[in-house]
């Protein structure tokens, strides 16, 4: 299972908050989640998703390299 949010006119704060909050909430058989941060308007949301978002649950983080706007979360299972 992947879930995807989307965190676009969001703060740094609010994205990281949100981010960490779907990961501690995902469901034990989601195998990642797809952040759709974008990447028109600056870097910010994009470096907080690949660099700042901390969770034991976290296996990777990696670019979408179809989509520089969105980035996935790979969950290491529970």
Known sequence: ??????????????????VER???LAPPNCESII?????????????????????KRILEIAP???NDGQTTIYLKKV
């Open 22 to 24: 779907e990961i501690r």
């Open 64 to 66: 979408c390299f179809l």
């Open 35 to 55: 952040v759709i941060h974008g990447c028109n308007s600056g870097t910010v949301l994009r470096d907080i998703v690949r660099k700042q978002v901390r969770s």
């Open 1 to 18: 299972m992947t879930k995807t949010i989307d965190i676009h006119g969001m703060t740094g704060d609010q994205a990281k908050q949100r």
